[in-house]
């Protein structure tokens, strides 16, 4: 079963140093990776995803993220943080096991960023 | 371009009550699947439609249903609401063709549902 894991519930940053907020995922195959960010009372909205063989890449609001097949991880980051950064990020897999459009999500990773 | 719609954005019901939720996905989209989330367990698949049939399902009890119309649109309903049902409801939509393992999906606001 593919799965990932958000280990840190929360980041805290302060404004203008950079940030990362860690993923590490489990995948039977080729890994089919997201990014997506949740502010208060909405919906979800896609940061990124991993396109196979770019190791780094690079999203919406200047937000990257590093892929390291090694260390079965994807974790975002950004250079220098916003306070408007600050928001829920969750990491998710395809799942290959039932393929179609079906997305596991990790729990969650809360970004505080402090002016 | 629009982005999915779902109605309405709050809702209050009382247990043994049922609810039904909506979602218009984005024109053109065929794809749309709905997620449960709560604080305590995340974001939980529900289901998926495509082309008005469901090809995958979540494990989450038979009072959770859904359908899909042919303009795509779709709703789910909730029988006989649970206290542990109260969540926020999110609907996502995406062309959803076959093989498309990369392709985003694109979340609405959701539907806060509170059971009393």
């Known amino acids: 079963a593919q799965s990932v894991a958000q280990p840190e519930d929360q980041v805290n940053v302060a404004e203008g140093n950079p940030l990362t907020v860690k993923c590490t995922y489990s995948?039977?195959?080729?890994?089919?990776l997201f990014w997506y960010v949740q502010y208060p009372n909405r919906g979800l909205q896609f940061l990124l995803k991993?396109?196979?063989?770019?190791?780094l890449v690079k999203g919406s609001y200047g937000f990257e993220a590093e892929f390291n097949k090694s260390q079965t991880s994807f974790h975002l980051k950004k250079p220098s943080a916003l306070v408007s950064d600050s928001a829920l990020y969750f990491c998710?897999?395809?799942?290959?096991?039932?393929?179609?459009?079906?997305?596991?999500f990790g729990t969650g990773t809360r970004l505080l960023v402090s002016p | 371009k629009a982005g999915v719609t779902q109605t309405p954005r709050y809702l209050i019901k009382t247990r043994g009550q049922q609810v039904t939720l909506s979602c218009s996905p984005i024109?053109?989209?065929?794809?749309v699947s709905w997620y449960q989330q709560t604080p305590g367990q995340g974001l939980q698949f529900l289901f998926e439609?495509?082309?008005?049939?469901?090809?995958n399902k979540g494990n989450f009890p038979g009072r959770f249903s859904g359908r899909q119309f042919s303009n795509s649109r779709s709703e789910m309903n909730v029988s006989t609401l649970e206290l542990g049902d109260s969540a926020l409801y999110l609907c996502?939509?995406?062309?959803?063709?076959?093989?498309?393992?990369?392709?985003?999906?694109?979340f609405g606001s959701g539907t806060q549902l509170s059971v009393l």
């Open positions: 996502a939509s995406s062309s959803g063709g076959q093989g498309a393992l990369n392709e985003k999906l694109f």
């Open positions: 995948v039977s195959g080729n890994p089919y």
């Open positions: 024109s053109g989209h065929r794809s």
């Open positions: 998710a897999v395809r799942d290959l096991d039932t393929g179609f459009q079906k997305l596991v």
């Open positions: 439609y495509f082309s008005e049939t469901q090809r």
């Open positions: 991993y396109i196979t063989g770019d190791n």
